[in-house]
């Protein structure tokens, strides 16, 4: 009994004092997440020519997700869950429903790590590789497997993933999408030797592998079942000089987005960038032959891409800057842009008091040049090679052309401006699919001004014009916007398209928002008109249809 009683008491301290160090082991976690609602309500607008809700009969659209991280040391948990119900006009339809459609674990150490579940990785610039997020597209291609990178030593990273890409809210099927492979491995010159660590030159390489697999079930072509990719990379710098370059190659890969040819597909990237104090210039240079690369060759929409392939054009933010944004032709372009930036002195004659800043930049982007493949067959017939393509070689067919020279300028402690001119040629048959339609020729003028009428409270002011004799004509915009730093914001917009041809479409397109934020906390409420368009970031768009009526955003992070 005494010894019975000795190892229920030691059991006892024993279980006593574990508990008390898991207890402080528990403190020692962490839980963080961050969530957004976004809600929409329509109603009838008829001069827009909306005389009924426009989502299936319904007059409510509602965007929302919530994300929770847990850790603990080394570990990591977290889950995401989405509703859209429905969605908000311009998504796709097939994200109504809501779930948890991303779960995941993951374990990291100095020289380990490993995740299971869903994960988002990149390879390089992206162009065999890369899964990511973004809310304002409706846009997830994240994998649901597993990843490792392994850290051997200082410089060197190695990556493996394995797993199937998210596609709205279908359940993995071997016919509905294929199975994603890859390898990456980075080597850091400077970080890995020793004699290189005080070095003036920088120097890093890399190379990634990826395969697809999916079954053939074609009645038609007889189809790689297994579509490998390979690129190589490498990052040098010099001083004020840095060049980087990326270039891909892909098996041959049959799919709706090429017609169903039978040529490899080729990538190439390179940039190279000057900076000094009060200058700057860059210059970058893509082709893209054939590159569409999708874990399911059946899908033509914004979804189940394996690789990404950015717009080497200028990000335009303004109004009516943005009106004709530049998506990534996947089939085939050839592009180049050139930026120089610089920093008139401060007390110089054209500087002033506070000095100034130009910006120069160009951008155009153009077809490839395609040939027949023989003398037998035309371009582009599917179920053959396609065509052949000379690599340096620009078509005279110009798909997007960009010049903005930008001023900025600051007057007094209180009063500063930015003001740009943009130049812009969009072929809108090709890139938006408007066939027969001219291309279309604009001068944009822009005027951004914002005083200060204290430490916290400024008025900002936007001044817009488009000018065009195609399309829908000249517009303007107005923009006013009133912050009171750090919580509040209030503004009033219009865009007014006065040089419609169609003079029942001479319309405003105006709004009014406000807005608060506390800490890690934001609304915003905005009543207007939304005119029919398309939304891009980096080369990825979605098309907005016309509508009117409220659109709140509530967002927060703890």
Not at 242 to 250: G, I, M, P
Request: net charge neutral.
């Amino acid at each position: 009994m005494r010894k019975l009683l000795f190892i229920v008491s030691a059991l006892l301290v024993f279980s006593t004092a574990s508990y008390g160090q898991f207890a402080d082991y528990l403190k020692k976690s962490e839980v963080h997440g961050s969530f957004e609602v976004d809600g929409m309500y329509y109603h009838a607008d008829e001069a827009m020519g909306i005389t009924d809700s426009i989502i299936d009969g319904r007059n409510f659209g509602f965007n929302g997700f919530a994300s929770v991280t847990y850790s603990l040391g080394k570990f990591s948990a977290g889950m995401r869950y989405e509703a859209y119900l429905p969605p908000i006009a311009g998504f796709d339809p097939k994200l109504e429903g809501s779930g948890f459609p991303n779960l995941w674990a993951s374990y990291n150490s100095e020289k380990l790590s490993f995740t299971v579940g869903n994960f988002y990785e990149q390879f390089g610039n992206g162009l065999i590789m890369r899964t990511y997020e973004e809310w304002t597209l409706g846009y997830d291609n994240s994998i649901n497997g597993a990843r490792v990178v392994i850290t051997p030593v200082k410089g060197l990273i190695l990556k493996g993933v394995y797993g199937t890409q998210r596609y709205f809210w279908s359940k993995y099927e071997k016919n509905n999408r294929g199975i994603v492979k890859g390898a990456d491995i980075e080597l850091n010159f400077n970080d890995a030797f020793q004699s290189m660590e005080s070095s003036k030159l920088r120097l890093s390489l890399g190379a990634s592998a990826v395969s697809k697999y999916q079954v053939d079930e074609d009645p038609i072509y007889k189809l790689p079942r297994n579509v490998a990719s390979f690129a190589g990379r490498m990052n040098m710098g010099l001083g004020r000089v840095n060049f980087s370059t990326e270039y891909a190659y892909k098996i041959n890969d049959p799919s709706a987005m090429n017609e169903y040819i039978y040529k490899p597909g080729q990538a190439l990237i390179a940039s190279i960038s000057y900076s000094t104090r009060g200058f700057g210039a860059f210059a970058m240079f893509k082709r893209i032959d054939n590159m569409s690369y999708k874990s399911d060759r059946t899908v033509t929409s914004n979804a189940l891409d394996i690789s990404y392939l950015p717009a080497i054009t200028e990000a335009h933010t303004y109004m009516l800057a943005a009106m004709y944004p530049y998506a990534t032709q996947l089939n085939g372009e050839i592009g180049y842009q050139l930026q120089i930036n610089y920093k008139v002195p401060k007390k110089s004659k054209l500087g002033g008091k506070y000095g100034m800043g130009i910006s120069v930049n160009y951008s155009q982007v153009n077809d490839i040049v395609r040939t027949a493949p023989s003398d037998t067959t035309e371009i582009g017939v599917p179920g053959t090679l396609g065509y052949e393509s000379d690599f340096f070689k620009f078509s005279d067919h110009v798909f997007y052309r960009d010049l903005n020279i930008e001023i900025d300028k600051k007057f007094s402690k209180k009063f500063k401006g930015t003001f740009t001119y943009i130049y812009q040629d969009f072929d809108i048959a090709t890139i938006q699919g408007h066939t027969g339609e001219p291309m279309i020729t604009s001068h944009i003028g822009i005027a951004d001004i914002t005083y200060k009428f204290t430490s916290k409270k400024a008025l900002r002011a936007e001044i817009q014009g488009l000018f065009t004799d195609q399309d829908k004509g000249d517009w303007a915009a107005i923009l006013l916007e009133y912050t009171i730093s750090p919580h509040w914001f209030f503004s009033v917009a219009d865009q007014y398209n006065y040089g419609n041809p169609i003079q029942s479409d001479q319309l405003h397109f105006y709004t009014g928002s406000f807005g608060y934020t506390h800490k890690t906390s934001r609304i915003s409420v905005t009543y207007g008109r939304q005119r029919e368009g398309v939304v891009c970031v980096g080369g990825v768009c979605r098309n907005v249809p016309a509508s009117s009526g409220f659109y709140v955003t509530l967002s927060s992070s703890f």
